[in-house]
């Protein structure tokens, strides 16, 4: 037996049921989602008001949520290898901590620095402990692998349901108690995680001998394995650009909504309404992740996103418009993630899934990095996004090229 080995459950007598322990973890890891993703999802509410209030320019908050986007990419393979060796649930308490320091950091001391600080590396690293990219390969392990599709869509659809809670409580924390109100407001939320996380995967039992996670120390050597391999390459591409799209989208489309002349409310709902779309639409991607090839499904989500972004661009600025394509970018939102976690996992096993999903995810986090950061760029330059939605519909058709060039797994992966 390998010291400090970790082993796996035992498979349930039906590959299709999903015991009652499953059903516990695959609700905690929702909610811990839900709690993580939906927070960062109000960011680009504080784009004008922290303005007005402190004098914090745009691209002051755009590099703190740029900066963000690639803390947790780089914090996502190291919080991936130790929730596989230790348990996503103490991995993700320990987030929560981080997540909440970073939104009080801003809140007690207004400013450039402390928002950098705070938003930008404390909350990066709060989400990568926390989110889907840790608690799913939990969720994975708990489930039976013909289930595994649904529950990680399951899973997935936590932070749709945590969009559309925060968007509306981070709004009305700013119009009734200002930004510092409303960020110690989301700060509280991060409380919750203290009856969430013991639910996930708090003590992992032993693995069989050769079976063992990687963990921290052997994470160089399995990135390099798997990013050697032409098709995980392809998909950690691919990866790139859903965060570049959905990372320009959540910070900016509420301010370019009002430089477009709409009320400032239509970005709080678009948002809102992207998040209860996707409850359902998580689901359902994970689902047709168990009878298609998912990166067949990653390509035709990447291709129905870029669709989506250049009508919007072209057609006129309306609020009716701009509520349809909430609806449907929302539908396909976080449906990247349960694909992606089962792509890999199909290639690859799920005992080191939270770390190759780190290793991908990083690429996702770069994108978005890029997307946040060059759209405040862009927006203080000239005042306007225009020259910014052609670049989106580039790096979303590279998306979809790079996706289905992919061959099928040689083999399916069981636990």
Same mark, same amino acid.
């Given at each position: 037996?390998? $010291?400090?080995?970790? *082993? @796996?459950?035992?498979? *349930?007598?039906?590959?299709? #049921?999903?015991?009652?322990?499953?059903?516990?973890?695959?609700?905690? !890891?929702? !909610?811990?989602?839900? =709690?993580?993703?939906?927070?960062?999802?109000?960011?680009?509410? #504080?784009?004008?008001?922290?303005?007005?209030?402190?004098?914090?320019?745009?691209?002051? =908050? &755009?590099?703190?949520?740029?900066?963000?986007?690639?803390?947790?990419? %780089?914090?996502?393979?190291? +919080?991936?290898?130790?929730?596989? /060796? %230790?348990?996503?649930? /103490?991995?993700?308490?320990?987030?929560?901590?981080?997540?909440? +320091? &970073?939104? @009080?950091? $801003?809140? =007690?001391?207004?400013?450039?620095w402390s928002l950098v600080l705070g938003i930008g590396v404390l909350t990066g690293i709060g989400v990568a402990c926390a989110g889907s990219g840790t608690v799913l390969g939990a969720v994975a392990r708990a489930v039976p692998e013909a289930r595994r599709g649904d529950a990680l869509g399951l899973a997935s659809a936590g932070g749709s349901v945590g969009q559309a809670a925060m968007v509306p409580l981070a709004q009305w924390g700013i119009g009734d108690f200002g930004t510092s109100g409303a960020l110690m407001m989301l700060a509280a939320t991060m409380a919750l995680l203290v009856l969430v996380a013991p639910r996930m995967e708090w003590a992992p039992a032993t693995y069989r001998v050769g079976a063992a996670p990687a963990g921290l120390a052997g994470l160089p050597v399995l990135a390099r394995r798997a990013l050697s391999q032409r098709d995980f390459a392809l998909l950690t591409l691919g990866f790139f650009a859903c965060g570049f799209q959905l990372a320009f989208l959540t910070t900016h489309l509420p301010a370019h909504l009002s430089l477009c002349g709409l009320s400032p409310s239509l970005g709080v709902t678009a948002l809102m309404l992207v998040g209860l779309f996707n409850i359902p639409g998580s689901w359902l991607c994970g689902r047709i992740g168990n009878v298609i090839r998912p990166e067949v499904a990653l390509g035709a989500i990447y291709l129905a996103r870029t669709v989506a972004i250049a009508i919007f661009a072209v057609?006129? *600025?309306? !609020?009716?418009?701009?509520?349809? #394509? !909430?609806?449907?970018?929302? #539908?396909?939102w976080l449906g990247t993630i349960p694909l992606t976690s089962a792509a890999i996992a199909r290639r690859f096993g799920v005992v080191d899934l939270g770390a190759l999903y780190g290793v991908c995810f990083l690429s996702h986090q770069i994108g978005g990095f890029l997307g946040a950061g060059a759209g405040a760029i862009v927006v203080d330059a000239a005042g306007s996004y225009a020259a910014f939605w052609p670049v989106m519909l580039v790096v979303g058709l590279a998306a979809v090229g790079s996706n289905w060039l992919t061959r099928p797994a040689l083999r399916t992966a069981a636990a």
């Open positions: 037996m390998t $010291p400090g080995a970790v *082993p @796996l459950p035992a498979a *349930p007598a039906s590959t299709h #049921f999903m015991p009652a322990a499953a059903w516990i973890v695959v609700l905690a !890891a929702s !909610a811990s989602v839900s =709690l993580a993703l939906g927070v960062r999802q109000t960011y680009g509410l #504080f784009l004008l008001p922290l303005g007005s209030e402190h004098g914090i320019s745009a691209t002051a =908050l &755009g590099a703190a949520v740029a900066i963000h986007n690639l803390m947790w990419g %780089l914090w996502q393979p190291f +919080a991936g290898a130790m929730a596989d /060796r %230790l348990g996503a649930g /103490r991995v993700a308490l320990v987030g929560g901590g981080f997540y909440a +320091a &970073g939104l @009080l950091l $801003p809140a =007690l001391f207004p400013g450039v057609m006129p *600025p309306t !609020a009716t418009g701009t509520l349809i #394509f !909430a609806a449907v970018m929302g #539908f396909i």
